[in-house]
């Protein structure tokens, strides 16, 4: 029987709370129902509604069939005693998931693990991909947990795996993608002598005693890291916008900023060298990419715990920048900034800060005011009972917030931003 289902998933047809597989099937058969997924609808309808951020996605995806990727089982439940029970053979592939929505994540990951993985496809929901990757060794309960770590803390080390994902009965939402990836032929064999386990606070870890891997060559090793001092000198670290006023004007522009974190997480590093390259990329519009390669290795250093490889750093940069460039297609993160000061002001941050944040509050009450002021002259128009409650319905504005400025005059904006220019508090 063992020798039947090894290399095969079992296969639950009515979702998540199914507890006992319909059948088994290969992995051509899994390819297959990937390519073609008869739930294809229903796994559009999921992308489009996580997309707009309705929870009812969640409701829909734990309805999908799902196999159990790691091994074939009589039923789920492998905890305790229940393993010997339902337990039947490994599948000796194993499975990773990513929880990421970088875009063409998917390509990054194939381009670098393509000669080690068997199959790369986007997840169910779209938020993520999922990885299997042949095992040719004999593995057991101990094993295949060993196995799991090593290749996590090996090959996958940089990258944002899931760890809730490393039990051999989890389950696997089968997912819809014309265009996943499959080579039936790779395969890795883990030399399980030479793997000691690290013990940590979480789970233990596992990593090859005397060896470590380096199966691939970058696409281009000739980048020199150029000095910080110069890379700032050459880069533009955020958007300028021209002020005719002696102390600020008032315009409201999408603005871009280089921002660092702090500490930067080994499970946010892909997203945040990807913001802050697209970022310097709308920044400094034909600026040798050497210069924002160099940002991102400082930072990398500095601010990442842990730091990325150099080898992986430079590959992710080269695949982020390279499809910015063949694209010519740049997604920078703007933020909306009204209140611009003039280089020139010698007023401290304290002073810029207190005086912005006094012209914010007096726009916002001006907006709110012009709203109450015209739905209050637009049911006069329409000869309609003017009443707090009709303007509040009227203009989508609370209650409470009707009733506080329903009597108010309207604000002269410009005469209070030429006091605060004339130097008038």
Known sequence: MGDFYKMHFSYFQNGIKDTKPLKTINIDQLVELIKNNPKKDIIKDILQLRSSGDKYYKVLKEKLPNIT???????????????????????????????????????????????????????????????????????????????????????????????????????????????????????????????????????????????????????????????????????????????????????????????????????????????????LAYLNPGVDPIYIFSFIYFINIHYAEPSMEYEKLLKFFQFVYGHIISTETIKPTLKLKRIHFNTTCEYNSDTKNAIANKLNGIFKRKVKIDQILDAKEELESLKLPITTKAVANSTGIKLRSVQLYYNCERIDFDNELLKINMGIS
């Open 69 to 279: 990727p790691n091994c074939s089982v009589h039923a789920k439940k492998l905890s305790g005693d229940s393993f010997n029970e339902n337990f039947i053979s490994f599948s000796n592939y194993i499975y990773f998931d990513i929880d990421t929505d970088i875009e063409n994540y998917k390509d990054y990951i194939i381009n670098t693990y393509g000669h080690l993985i068997t199959l790369v496809c986007k997840s169910s929901s779209g938020g993520g991909i999922s990885i299997l990757i042949k095992v040719s060794n004999q593995l057991s309960q101990e094993s295949f947990k060993i196995a799991w770590s090593y290749i996590r803390n090996t090959f996958f080390k940089e990258e944002p795996i899931d760890e809730q994902c490393c039990n051999i009965g989890r389950s696997w939402f089968i997912p819809y993608d014309e265009e996943l990836y499959y080579n039936p032929l790779n395969s890795i064999e883990i030399d399980f002598k030479n793997i000691i386990p690290i013990k940590s606070k979480n789970a233990n870890q596992y990593i090859k005693s005397h060896t470590c891997y380096s199966g691939y060559t970058p696409f281009c090793t000739n980048f020199k890291i150029l000095d910080i001092k110069e890379v700032y000198k050459n880069l533009k670290m955020q958007s300028t916008t021209k002020v005719t006023n002696e102390i600020l004007d008032f315009n409201p522009v999408y603005v871009c900023k280089i921002f660092i974190p702090k500490i930067i997480p080994n499970t946010k590093k892909h997203k945040t060298y990807k913001t802050i390259i697209h970022n």
